[in-house]
């Protein structure tokens, strides 16, 4: 399954290593699924996981963020941006998440935030997904 990830999943992975979307990743490491990146997407996934604030509660350090972000990019397939799809969203970090599902042939955007993307991802025929319902399909549930 072909999913990009926004980068609110991958904080909540972070910050609680029992959710839905930790277990996500795992699915991504397993290669169950295989996450979508840009370089945008994967320069934004480095600069908000990096900040010590979402490693503090979960007992990590700098080190372990990098080795997340790294094994992150290791099982990602990257994405070219053949087409920018910028200022379709009101929030232009929201942009590069759908850029790279676009252009990536995602089967689904997984995010907490539905409502960042509403309108456009009917107009691409793209799915909206959250971890739990992505895990339930996947049959892993959480």
């Known amino acids: 399954m072909r999913l990009v990830l926004d980068t609110n999943v991958i904080i909540r992975a972070i910050r609680s290593p029992e959710s839905a979307s930790a277990m996500l990743i795992a699915e991504a490491l397993n290669e169950r699924i295989t996450p979508l990146v840009s370089n945008a997407l994967g320069l934004e996934y480095e600069a908000v996981a990096s900040r010590p604030e979402h490693w503090v509660a979960p007992g990590f350090d700098r080190l372990a963020a990098e080795r997340f972000l ?10 070219n941006i053949a087409f920018r799809w910028r200022g379709e969203l009101p929030d232009p970090s929201d942009d590069m998440v759908l850029e790279a599902a ?13 409502r960042h993307f509403a309108g456009v991802t009917e107009q691409f025929g793209l799915a909206l997904r959250d971890p739990r319902t992505i895990l339930a399909n996947l049959g892993t549930g959480s």
């Open 102 to 114: 676009i252009n990536g042939h995602a089967e689904a955007l997984v995010t907490f935030n539905p």
């Open 70 to 79: 790294d094994a992150l990019a290791e099982v990602s397939e990257p994405v």
